[in-house]
């Protein structure tokens, strides 16, 4: 079975700061990726970021990065220059082929002008 | 083909009655998830498919929930007998399966309220 912790309920931010959202996973397949999705308040669920298992290299998508730590199955979102637009709820995600997509609980991200 | 498509976008019933939603997934998508999800909460996985297999449906459905995906397209969800607690937005996203990298794309839900 997959699990995925998300221990920070809600966070904030100054505009223009550094935020780190934090996320451990558990599971038993050895073929898996890592997402972070964001959710905008009444809005659809997009993809912010994604991470193969198997690379050791953190990825990095403009503003946002991942610090991936797989033997501690952690997996943290660094947004960089925080932005009004960055406001909503981060989920994070484990999927692999064998098995469903299962999301976090969420940490709804609030942004200070 | 512009993504994920589901109708309708809002629901209203009373409770006791029957609902059905439709899920259109993107068209080369072989895999199709849907989820519940609550105020504030994470979605809930409820059942995915892969083509018109149902390979997984979560313990915590009862029933009254059944899903189907036909020829392996669009898919449809029922829930009968409506409780108020059935209350949530629920969301279908798809994907292609045998790319593990490949993102799920999710549509824009369908809010049920029973009242």
């Known amino acids: 079975a997959q699990t995925v912790t998300q221990s920070q309920p809600e966070m904030s931010v100054q505009e223009a700061e550094t935020v780190t959202l934090s996320c451990t996973y558990d599971t038993s397949e050895s073929d898996y990726y890592l997402f972070w999705y964001k959710q905008p308040p009444s809005r659809q669920m997009i993809l912010v970021i994604r991470?193969?298992?198997?690379?050791?290299q953190n990825a990095t998508e403009n503003r946002f990065s991942v610090n991936f730590q797989k033997a501690a199955k952690s997996f943290s979102l660094k947004i960089s220059d925080s932005q009004l637009g960055d406001a909503a709820m981060y989920f994070c995600v484990v999927y692999s082929s064998a098995s469903k997509i299962i999301f976090g609980s969420g940490t709804r991200l609030s942004i200070r002008p | 083909d512009t993504g994920v498509s589901q109708n309708p976008r809002h629901k209203i019933t009373k409770r006791g009655q029957n609902v059905t939603f439709r899920c259109d997934p993107i068209?080369?998508?072989?895999?199709l998830y849907w989820y519940r999800q609550t105020l504030g909460q994470g979605p809930e996985f409820l059942t995915y498919?892969?083509?018109?297999?149902?390979?997984?449906k979560s313990r915590l459905l009862s029933d009254r929930f059944s899903a189907e995906r036909p020829k392996g397209s669009f898919s449809t969800l029922e829930i009968q007998r409506t409780e108020q607690g059935d209350s949530a937005m629920y969301l279908c996203?798809?994907?292609?399966?045998?790319?593990?990298?490949?993102?799920?794309?999710f549509g824009q839900g369908t809010r049920l309220t029973v009242v």
């Open positions: 996203a798809s994907s292609l399966a045998g790319w593990v990298g490949a993102e799920a794309f």
């Open positions: 068209s080369e998508h072989n895999r």
């Open positions: 991470q193969e298992a198997y690379k050791q």
């Open positions: 498919f892969q083509n018109e297999a149902q390979l997984e």
